[in-house]
């Protein structure tokens, strides 16, 4: 019974070691990366929503990996993201039609 305490515990400390440097990795602030890492660590501590938070974390570390192969990522993220807005607002409004 122990051992799967100690266990649970290591594979917590693990996961929130490796989403503290994704963060990073990614430009966050040491504050907050230490902040974001204590989710996993915590609720793999409590067996509560454990997989959920590896999930996430195992996903940042993902894209952290993505960045870093394709430093262009970021920005064309934002420029995905940014199109679709206009493409959204110009949807909501529409130009009115003339008559011929």
Do not use: W
Request: with cysteine; glycine share 6%.
């Amino acid at each position: 019974m122990e051992i799967e305490f100690f266990l649970r515990v290591f594979k917590s400390i693990v996961i929130s070691m490796i989403l503290f440097f994704s963060c990073l990795g990614l430009g966050m602030s040491g504050s907050s990366s230490f902040l974001l890492a204590l989710i996993p660590l915590v609720l793999g501590v409590l067996n509560m929503f454990a997989g959920y938070a590896y999930m996430v974390s195992i996903l940042t570390f993902v894209f952290c990996i993505l960045t870093i192969a394709y430093p262009n990522l970021k920005t064309g993220t934002y420029s995905f993201l940014n199109s679709v807005d206009q493409l959204s607002k110009q949807a909501a409004n529409p130009p009115a039609h003339k008559s011929p």
